[in-house]
Structures are given as structure tokens and as C-alpha cells.
């Protein structure tokens, strides 16, 4: 039966109508995962001797201290990558096909996954070195056995939170503050954890604790399962309480706040729309790996720009790069109507601004880092709000993906979004800020790097409703075929 399925699973990916867009997708994440195994494997197997001759500790001891930390980041990246693929088994549930086969089917396919086997690469080569430098041999296997029980236990948790916002938050707080209070002295939890992962090679027994476990998840996940592999699960709507703002103060703005209250409405009452906003406050905080100095490689100021307009474009790239897709639901509809398609563009471009403006004003607790690096953020937004809001809308007429408001998975977006223009859109929202500041500062001084970045951006602000006609001529030439693609399931 388990031949059938992965029979039926091959003709679906082959008869999809994006099956051109998939095979190259496929392809690239072939390669990009090739590349990426091979760099673990060198990683981990270096992990050893580098630890040994410049900590001069115990390897096995180290790591053992710190994968606490490393499964907490591999729950929050399930959690915001990691597709449940439960709703692929609906067509099989009319067929003569016993619940537990299919859940088992489903389950196993989870196991095979990517966020499962690339541990594989980070584990195993650490191991056979353990094994050469002469450890335990039962002692490792227990503890391999055991750090792999955890990974398929990570991915039944996962699978069990579904969509809920608050679990996710909830790790993302637990990581965030075990991490800052290690850094900062307060308390260190792989003092604790650290004995515990390292029992499982000191102590043989130890092992029944992650199986038992796993054990205890995998009997639950199928009994959870089970309970709702039925065709109407799901069908009953849930009774809520309604939200009844209105944002009256948007009516000044005529049909453009229209437009405005309607996105504010999407972001404030479902799932997705919330893990965006999520997203984007996490893009903040990234500008720390560059402007810390304590990675050498983001450790220059073309790599600090690079970061200047992540930290502030963080909601302007992860909702922008949907436009008009968060609105799939009902586009035709929108379409049919007597709708300004300028004001429509607009409405989006001033909630990208704002998004830019609160993002810049959060990253003032930079000024730790010195004026200069503040400095870089302000001309960074500046090019976000007259470049890259432009750039973004102009790349959503290309996005022909629908979203399902309903699910928080793939907040950074889905393989259907890539495609060769959209791509090419891109490169220039990273790449010409970068290269603007070097120009500026090489040719004369850092400070009018800064202003070169700033001027792109003042000059697409000057030059911008002459950008939205050429916008709205884009749009409206691609509304025929935007329409279409959102009646696609597959």
C-alpha cells in the first residue's frame, strides 16, 4: 500500500500544472541542498578536533552543553517552515484504505523529510569521529540513538501545534530568553542540560527517557490524527467573537482607506497575515550579526548596509512580496467592481511605509552600536520607502500565488512565488544600496555613501506616481491571468 502511495504522490507532482516551475524549484533546492550537506559534513566532522585544540575541553561534553540550543532552533524553524501535510491525505479518505495506513504513511513521510534528514549530516560525521578517537563505542551509539529520538520527537510536536501562534511564540520566548540570560550572565540552563544530554553516553539507560517519549508522542500523533481523518473535519466554522473596529479615522482618506481598513482587518484577524508581522519583528533584530563585529565575514560596511535594509524593510519584503496575493480570496470579485487600481497601489505602498517607519523606529537601540550605524539604517529606510516599495510592488504584479489566510505556514513564502522576473526584481532592492554606499565612500567619504543611498531613495519618492502609473499599466495588463492562477488549487 505504502507503493501506492508514493505512486500516487509521483503522478500528483507530475500532473500539476506548476510542474515546470516545481522541477526547476526542485532542482535548484537539489543543489542548494547538496552544497549545504557537504559544508555540515566538513562543519561536523571539524566540530571535534577545532573544539579540542582551541577550547581544550571535552568535544563531547561541549556539545552536549549547547544542543539544548540547537533543538529549541530546530523547533522554531518547523515551526515556521515545515508544512503538516495531513490535508494531502483527504482524497485517499473515500477510498477503502484503513485509517492507520494512511496516518502511518503520513507520519513516515514526515520522518523523510528534509528538516529530519539534515540532521543526519550534523550528527553522524561527529559520531565516527568519537568512534576514531577512541569513545565508547556503545556509549556513542546510545548517544546518537538518542539525539535522533529527540529530532523525530521535535517533528511530532510540530505536527501536533498546527498552526497555533502562541506555541510558536512561546518557543521563540524560551529561546530568546535562555539565550540572553546565558549572555548576559544571569542564568546559564547548559549547566543543566548539558548533564542531561551527556548521560545519554555516561549513562546506558538513560536512552529509555527520549524513547519512551517518542513513544508516548507517537501513540498520541496517531490517536490525534486519527480523531480527525474524517471528510467533514474542519467544515463546522468556529463561533467567534467579531471585531467590530472600524478605524474611523482612515475615512479621510476616501477609497484609499477603504483599501487601508480592509488590510488592516486581513493582518489583525488571521493566521498568516499575523506570522508575517511576526516575521518582520524577528527581521530587526537580525541587523545584531552585523553590527556586533562578531561574525568577521558581515564584520564591513557594504555587509552592514546589506543588513541596514533588512532590519528596517523586514514587513515591506515578507507583505509586500504578496501584493496582490493576501487579497486572492476575493480578486475576481475585486475585479469585477469599478475599483481605482491607483488607489489600490497606494493604499499598499502607505502600509509598507508605515510598516517602515515603526521598523526604523524600534531600531533606535542601534545607537549602541554608534552614530554612524544609525545613520545607515535612517539612508537604508529612506531607500526602502523610494526604491524598494516601489520595486516590491512592481514584483507582486508577477506573484500570481493565493494565499490561505487560514494557515501560518510558509510566512516567507512558497515555491510557486519564484519565478525569472520576479527574481530579477529583486536583485536590485540588496544589491544597488550596497552598491551606492561603496561608491560614495571609496570615491569620497563614508558619509557620502550615506548620502548616495539616500538620494536613490528621495528620487523615487520625487519620481513615484509616474512609478505607479507604470505600476497600474502592469497590473491591469496582468489581471486576466492573476485571476486565473488564484482559481488554481494545485
Known sequence: MFKKFLWL????????????VNMVIKIILGFLAVIYSIMFLFLSAGA???????????????????????????????????????????????LPIKRSTVINFVLGKTFLSFFCLLHVFLLVPFNIVLLIEGYDPVGVVFWWLGLWLIVYINN???????????????????????????????????????????????????????????AGLFWYSHKFFSKKLYLDTGLKSKSEIADG???????????????????????????????????????IFYGILFYSGGIEAYDNTPMKMFASIFVTGGFMMTFG?????????????????????SQYIASKWWLMVVGVAFSTLICSFYLYYGVEIYLMILSGAVFNIGVNS???????????????LASAKQAFGNKQAFNIKTFLISLPK?????????????????????????AAGLLGLIFRKAAFKAIE??????KYDTIAAYKQKN
Open 390 to 404: 516601489l520595486l516590491v510592488l512592481l514584483g507582486g504584479a508577477y506573484v500570481k500565488t493565493p494565499i490561505d
Open 473 to 478: 499599466r502592469i497590473y491591469k495588463s496582468e
Open 9 to 20: 504522490e509521483w503522478k500528483s507532482f507530475t500532473r500539476s500544472a506548476s510542474f515546470g
Open 245 to 283: 473596529r472600524e478605524y474611523t479615522f482612515l475615512n479621510r482618506f476616501g477609497t484609499m482607506g477603504t483599501f487601508l481598513k480592509n488590510d488592516l482587518r486581513l493582518i489583525l484577524r488571521n493566521k498568516r497575515s499575523k506570522t508575517t508581522v511576526i516575521m518582520s519583528v524577528i527581521f
Open 321 to 341: 512580496q504578496f501584493v496582490p496575493s493576501w487579497d486572492s480570496s476575493y480578486y475576481p470579485l475585486m475585479m469585477s467592481q469599478n475599483i481605482p487600481y
Open 156 to 214: 511530532l510536536a510540530n505536527l501536533l501545534m498546527g498552526d497555533n501562534d502562541f506555541i510558536f511564540i512561546i518557543f521563540v520566548g524560551i529561546l530568546g530568553a535562555l539565550g540572553a540570560s546565558h549572555y548576559f550572565g544571569y542564568f546559564d540552563v547548559t549547566l543543566i542540560t548539558g548533564v542531561l544530554f551527556h548521560s545519554l553516553y555516561s549513562t546506558y539507560f538513560a536512552l529509555l527517557v527520549p524513547a519512551g517519549i517518542f
Open 430 to 454: 540588496l544589491l544597488l544600496p550596497m552598491l551606492l554606499y561603496t561608491l560614495g565612500a571609496k570615491l569620497i567619504s563614508p558619509l557620502y555613501g550615506f548620502i548616495f543611498v539616500t
Open 48 to 94: 571535534y578536533y577545532g573544539i579540542k585544540e582551541e577550547l581544550h575541553q571535552d568535544p563531547l561534553v561541549v556539545v552536549s552543553k549547547y544542543l539544548i540550543y540547537y533543538f529549541l532552533a530546530d523547533m522554531v524553524i518547523r515551526a515556521l517552515l515545515q508544512k503538516v501535510p495531513v490535508l494531502n491525505t483527504r482524497p485517499l479518505l473515500p
